[in-house]
């Protein structure tokens, strides 16, 4: 079922970035030829109207097929089609058909992080942190999540235990540190050494108030006396604002740390190695799908920004190439050769290619084990 889910999330991502441009391509009038889901040859196809819709055989995409997206198609259009063909259109109409795609998957994620924030799911503002550092969206709480089976708290606490007071004083996590570290040992601290007196620790368990006595013991490492225990941890509650800024923050984290590792991937094999393709990238999404929904919306939602962000790389045939001539024609005054526009996109073109099937390579080695 896990894997049902993966791909069924993986197609809903590819449908609305093309129904982004499908959407806004029909609002300023241009003339939407195709509607497809995956790439040819197509198994199941259908018009209505002047579009046709369909799905295609090969799981690697989608797209959207707007009349005269080439402009040497236009010649042989009939004039009332050509009108609304894509290169008669202003390059503003253009610009926000390609950008309405990429723009839907930004939106996607951004919803997604919030919602997750806003719901206070642990193990979703969990992921987040860990894509974003910067963020702290858990917080510690005076509740057991772990037990040191080899410290003193082995005999009395367990996890899921909530602690309530410390030595009769109520329970922070600042506070419980201190109480324990506040015992010594009888003589010179050495590691390992037993606390000259013990911790009265009042917790509540399940439905009853149990207060137990440990002895703490020196940590050298720590540098502290311990009992043994692990804090556990609780969302930060955020407000839609507070949602709204946090998933902002780490969307921009992600978008910058994609480009960086785009460069790096072409420069350093460590990092090439670590490169994924849709295979690769499903099988993580099935294990988060596994692992919850908090995992798994977060997994989603940075995969629809990785997608908005590698479609607007600056070459052609992503939406990026599409939008940096219709700029540069507008600057220019002009038309751009197609020529000119595809000897620039060639070489970004080669290297994303590069990267693709590096990425299909590892996959196929970590499957093979």
Not at 20 to 33: D, P, W, Y
Not at 55 to 82: N, S, W
Not at 219 to 245: D, H, I, Q, T, W
Request: glycine content about 10%.
């Amino acid at each position: 079922m896990s894997w049902v889910l993966t791909l069924l999330g993986i197609v809903a991502l590819i449908v609305l970035h093309e129904l982004g441009h499908f959407t806004v391509a029909k609002l300023v009038g241009m003339r939407v030829e195709k509607f497809s889901l995956f790439f040819p040859p197509m198994l199941v196809k259908v018009r209505r109207g002047e579009t046709e819709y369909g799905i295609g055989a090969i799981p690697a995409g989608g797209y959207v097929k707007i009349t005269g997206m080439h402009p040497e198609e236009i010649k042989d259009l009939d004039p009332e089609v050509a009108k609304r063909a894509y290169y008669n259109q202003p390059p503003w109409k253009r610009i926000a058909v390609i950008l309405a795609g990429p723009f839907v998957n930004i939106a996607i994620a951004f919803l997604l992080f919030s919602a997750v924030l806003l719901n206070g799911s642990l193990h979703g503002a969990e992921t987040i942190g860990r894509l974003d550092p910067s963020q702290q969206t858990i917080v510690p709480t005076t509740s057991v999540a772990a037990v040191d089976a080899s410290r003193p708290a082995a005999r009395e606490l367990r996890p899921g235990d909530r602690i309530l007071a410390v030595d009769g004083v109520p329970a922070t996590v600042a506070t419980t540190m201190q109480r324990i570290g506040a015992h010594r040992c009888a003589g010179v601290a050495k590691d390992g050494c037993v606390g000259a007196t013990p911790v009265a620790l009042t917790v509540r368990r399940g439905g009853r108030v149990l207060t137990v006595s440990i002895y703490p013991r020196y940590s050298r490492e720590a540098g502290r006396m311990l009992v043994g225990f692990g804090f556990g941890a609780a969302p930060k509650p955020y407000g839609v604002l507070g949602a709204a800024g946090v998933s902002l923050t780490a969307m921009w984290h992600l978008t910058t740390e994609t480009i960086t590792n785009f460069g790096k991937a072409l420069t350093s094999s460590k990092v090439r190695h670590q490169v994924s393709s849709i295979i690769g990238i499903s099988r993580a999404g099935q294990r988060t799908v596994a692992a919850g929904p908090g995992y798994a919306l977060v997994f989603l939602g940075f995969l629809s920004l990785v997608l908005a962000v590698i479609n607007l790389f600056p070459f052609l045939p992503l939406d990026g190439g599409h939008v940096l001539w219709s700029l540069a024609e507008k600057v220019r005054g002009k038309r751009i050769s197609l020529l000119a526009m595809y000897r620039f996109s060639s070489v970004g073109i080669v290297l994303l290619l590069f990267l693709v099937i590096n990425g299909v390579s590892n996959d196929i080695s970590r499957l093979a084990g």
